[in-house]
């Protein structure tokens, strides 16, 4: 069996000291992060190490449980023989580490060893030193049998520490990794809440959508889901909340085009549009962040599917003068056209049509301005001669 060892009991640094493995990065403590992923890498029973039974520790046991992993919380190294049998293989977090899964599937999912870095840089950011050349990255994997050594040492021992010891003295393979990669993928010991804050907004923006400038509703959207990311993560949130919000905002719009207020229903409907889009990239960062997929991957699709035909509706319900199967007719070839447009190529030129709610915006303009039909019949041309054009130019370039 493999279990996993991990440890709540340094304190942080800094004025208001915190338990390193308590501190919080996105929406988990460093400690709750470290169960997860010792579920993933296969652990089914979770030992950690603390100075005693609080609700911080009980909200340990319940990630765990979730996870399906049985919890146990013990206190200094005698406690620990009885925890692990020599025919089991220990997974070790040093506190406050928060690790990269990919590495330890990569380096540790195999056979024993420990995980070290370059010493020069790694001690003076709270690494433990293993020789003059490297230092102790925070995980390793040994087998169950080092923990027998720990009744040979004083009960103050640091169990983490010790354990670092006898597994280099056993025999058990060091691995060196890339310092610099290393950090730059995910790796962190967590020192102080200054720290680990500042490493958060690296580590969001590593995984916020960045539609660009030519995009440049769907570029604020995304700058406002990365701004609120924080609070979604300890919420337990994702971008549902901002979808739902749409689609009743473009609700609203549908209701205020029948009361005879399509211009304000034109607007309505891209401010809805412009939260789709916030709930959309918040969706995709906490799908990241978790490595999970979206349950309902078809949900975006049926989203902008009730956007266009809103829009169709709206323009419908929007003619002021002459019949309204003009209005039906050109709204239906601007959607089918900006379908078009969005899986025809990934050119530059058609990018902005990509961008719904930009389109939306220029379109309840017009709606404003008394003008919907000759914008919805330019934007129709706009269209057509770019698509023209891009196909004309693939074909040069192929050929």
């Not at 950690?48 to 046991?61: P, R, T």
């Not at 969005?342 to 050119?347: D, L, P």
Request: charged residues 20%; negative net charge.
């Amino acid at each position: 069996m493999l279990v996993a060892l991990l440890s709540i009991c340094e304190e942080s640094e800094g004025e208001e000291p915190e338990r390193r493995g308590l501190l919080r990065f996105a929406g988990k403590s460093v400690a709750e992060r470290q169960i997860d992923a010792s579920i993933r890498f296969g652990c089914e029973r979770i030992v950690c190490l603390v100075d005693g039974i609080d609700s911080d520790v009980i909200d340990l046991q319940e990630c765990a449980k979730d996870g399906g992993a049985k919890f146990h919380a013990v206190s200094g190294c005698m406690a620990l023989l009885g925890q692990v049998s020599g025919t089991d293989e220990l997974l070790v977090f040093g506190d406050g580490v928060l690790p990269e899964f990919s590495v330890l599937e990569d380096r540790l999912g195999d056979k024993p060893g420990v995980l070290v870095i370059p010493a020069e840089r790694a001690v003076e950011e709270g690494y433990e030193r293993v020789d003059a050349e490297w230092a102790w990255a925070g995980v390793l994997r040994a087998r169950g049998s080092i923990v027998e050594g720990l009744a040979q040492l004083p009960p103050d021992s640091d169990p983490i520490s010790a354990l670092l010891r006898l597994s280099l003295q056993r025999g058990t393979r060091v691995i060196p990794l890339d310092g610099a990669k290393a950090m730059r993928s995910g790796w962190l010991l967590a020192k102080s809440e200054q720290q680990v804050s500042e490493y958060e907004g690296e580590f969001l923006r590593r995984y916020a959508s960045r539609s660009g400038i030519i995009q440049p509703m769907r570029a604020l959207a995304d700058m406002i889901a990365f701004r609120i990311a924080p609070m979604a993560l300890d919420r337990g949130l994702s971008g549902g909340p901002a979808k739902t919000l749409g689609i009743l905002t473009a609700a609203g719009a549908l209701l205020g085009g029948y009361e005879g207020l399509a211009i304000l229903g034109m607007g309505l409907l891209a401010f809805g549009s412009f939260l789709g889009d916030i709930g959309r990239s918040l969706s995709g960062m906490m799908s990241a962040i978790h490595q999970k997929k979206s349950r309902f991957p078809w949900l975006d699709d049926v989203i902008l599917f009730a956007f266009d035909a809103a829009f169709i509706a709206l323009a419908v319900l929007a003619t002021l003068d002459g019949p309204r199967i003009d209005n039906a007719v050109l709204s239906v070839l601007v959607v089918g056209l900006l379908r078009l447009a969005g899986q025809s190529s990934r050119t530059k030129l058609l990018a902005p049509l990509r961008d719904r709610t930009l389109v939306f915006t220029g379109f309840a303009i017009a709606a404003g301005l008394g003008a919907l039909k000759p914008a919805m019949a330019g934007i129709a041309l706009v269209i057509v001669g770019l698509l023209l054009f891009v196909q004309r130019r693939n074909r040069l370039t192929t050929a």
